[in-house]
């Protein structure tokens, strides 16, 4: 495959992964959570290369999961003390992602793993670092991990697709029916953190809040169907993507910048668009509604 | 069949006690009021009951069994505004969550769940909503699809947080006489509820509550004007002289 077969690949299995992810983001009210764990699952990615001296995407996963548990436990943990649900996300990510920076400032010092990477990704930089599979043959090793991740947050939302919607919708109704909501959460955080981490190569960690929130909450505007939002979600992510590189190779500009970009005009279409909330058919059907109203 | 029984039940919020020493029984086939101030902890108490909030102290039990190994006995009813309206799903779909403990991990609802489902939309006289998107409801039609819900659950106990809150007067009705008619089955029903006004109406036994149990017993002998305004504290107009 070309190089920039591969490079479109990688944006769109982000885009697919963190549109599915997104999704369970939004209407569980946790956009937030994207944005810490995001940031977090760097000190993870830095334990992870300094206890094993690898930075192989097997540790870094485990690392992260790692990480973005410990980000889930501690800003519970300090809500359930009183502290404000939006201070206590605040003071987490930014200090774990803190002790990140500094560990790589004082302890790695390797070309590999630098703040700038870390945040900003470099896609560019995906296709040349190849692993070799039986069968197929060369695959860059972000493309093999993120099909990974994919593969596990789809199994992971289709097997448990109801318990994720009651767990979402109605939490006590779910606990009081014996579905271990707190393990659900817990398990969303892990899958967050493998697709983020899993995404970060690429995207780095201030896009890939980009690619997790911002479909998924256009998808939202377009339907009342859980499934279609998934699909639509899904969908939005890899047109984004692939929309994003095309902007920024035609603009010669960063990559992952663009990408996030092009979320960000499809959710603006969306919002203007949307036959159920868009602000145009606000206008446009007013007396239709009007009269579904007087008839119920 | 015997029914529930809680002893000593103790509860906190942020080291506040909210529930001390709680303790009464319920026969089976009753209807049950919860009655108290704001804040006397009433939707605690379901919640603890159910290990939805955690306990200090205390034991619950149903039929003799911890309630927390009756899950398929007992239905829940949370407050209509603990839940996001505007989430992507439709009226069966939510009444369809009532029957998930049923269906099973790892298994979809089959056409009979679904069958089930649309038989308690209708029962709630909710039929030609069942496609409906749930932000599209009124909000007695909302509490309608939440009573359907319990329905289905085909419990022996059921737990209601608030259920004729808000709602308009017909609605009102319709869950009245839902509830009695799962009385008449034999189950036994606890309401949260806020209307002194119609307590002698609704329902047969009463639990008036702020912190502890005030009082606990059948509503003729319970609900009277002491009891109510020492529960209640000061500040309250007894039923005829609330200004209309």
Redesign the interface.
């Known amino acids: 495959m070309s190089y920039t077969a591969w490079i479109l690949l990688t944006a769109a299995l982000v885009g697919l992964s963190c549109g599915m992810i997104g999704v369970l983001l939004i209407l569980r009210r946790m956009a937030m959570m994207a944005d810490a764990i995001s940031h977090t699952v760097l000190l993870g990615i830095v334990v992870a290369f300094l206890v094993t001296r690898e930075l192989s995407g097997y540790h870094m996963l485990i690392g992260a999961v790692i990480a973005g548990l410990l980000t889930s436990v501690l800003i519970q943990w300090l809500q359930s003390r009183g502290v404000q649900g939006e201070a206590s996300i605040g003071v987490v990510f930014t200090t774990l992602f803190a002790v990140g920076v500094i560990l790589i400032a004082t302890q790695v010092g390797n070309a590999h793993l630098d703040v700038k990477h870390a945040l900003m990704g470099e896609i560019t930089f995906v296709p040349w670092t190849t692993v070799r599979l039986p069968w197929i043959g060369d695959i860059p090793e972000a493309t093999l991990i993120l099909s990974a991740v994919l593969l596990i947050v789809v199994v992971a939302i289709i097997a448990f697709y109801k318990e994720w919607k009651i767990t979402s919708f109605d939490p006590a109704l779910a606990a009081s029916l014996g579905i271990p909501v707190i393990v659900m959460h817990y398990a969303f955080m892990s899958l967050l953190s493998i697709t983020t981490v899993a995404a970060f190569d690429a995207v780095g960690a201030i896009m890939v809040v980009a690619m997790l929130i911002t479909p998924a909450a256009a998808a939202y505007l377009w339907t009342d169907r859980l499934s279609v939002m998934f699909g639509l979600s899904g969908g939005f992510g890899v047109g984004s993507a692939v929309a994003g590189y095309y902007i920024a190779s035609w603009l010669d500009t960063s990559i992952s910048g663009s990408m996030a970009f092009a979320t960000g005009v499809v959710f603006l279409l969306s919002f203007l668009m949307s036959p159920k909330h868009g602000l145009i058919s606000r206008y446009v059907t007013v007396p239709a509604r009007k009269k579904a109203t007087s008839e119920r | 069949m015997q029914g529930l029984a809680v002893t000593d039940l103790s509860a906190s919020y942020?080291k506040n006690n909210v529930l001390e020493d709680v303790s009464f029984e319920l026969p089976q086939g009753s209807l049950t009021g919860i009655v108290g101030p704001n804040g006397a902890g009433k939707s605690t108490l379901l919640?603890t009951m159910?290990?939805?909030h955690p306990k200090l102290s205390g034991t619950v039990t149903f039929a003799g069994a911890p309630l927390s190994k009756m899950?398929r006995k007992?239905g829940?009813v949370?407050q209509r505004g603990?839940?996001?309206w505007d989430?992507?799903?439709?009226a069966l779909?939510?009444v369809l969550?009532?029957l998930?403990?049923a269906?099973g991990?790892?298994k979809?609802?089959k056409a009979g769940h679904r069958q089930q489902a649309l038989q308690a939309l209708a029962q709630m006289g909710m039929a030609d909503y069942a496609d409906r998107?749930i932000s599209q409801l009124?909000g007695g039609q909302q509490q309608r699809v939440f009573l359907a819900?319990a329905l289905v659950q085909d419990a022996e106990l059921y737990f209601m947080d608030e259920p004729l809150a808000g709602v308009d007067a017909a609605t009102e009705q319709a869950i009245m006489t839902t509830l009695r008619e799962l009385k008449g089955r034999g189950k036994s029903v606890m309401v949260v509820h806020h209307d002194l006004q119609t307590v002698e109406d609704y329902f047969d036994h009463v639990l008036l509550l702020n912190r502890r149990v005030m009082n606990y017993g059948e509503t003729a002998e319970i609900f009277t004007k002491d009891n109510v305004y020492r529960t209640y504290g000061a500040g309250l107009r007894w039923r005829k002289e609330v200004p209309s």
């Not at chain 2, 989430?87 to 439709?90: A, G, L």
């Open positions: 942020r919640k159910l290990e939805l899950r007992i829940y949370p603990s839940v996001d989430f992507p799903t439709d779909d939510v969550m009532g998930y403990g269906v991990w790892l979809r609802p998107q009124s819900r």
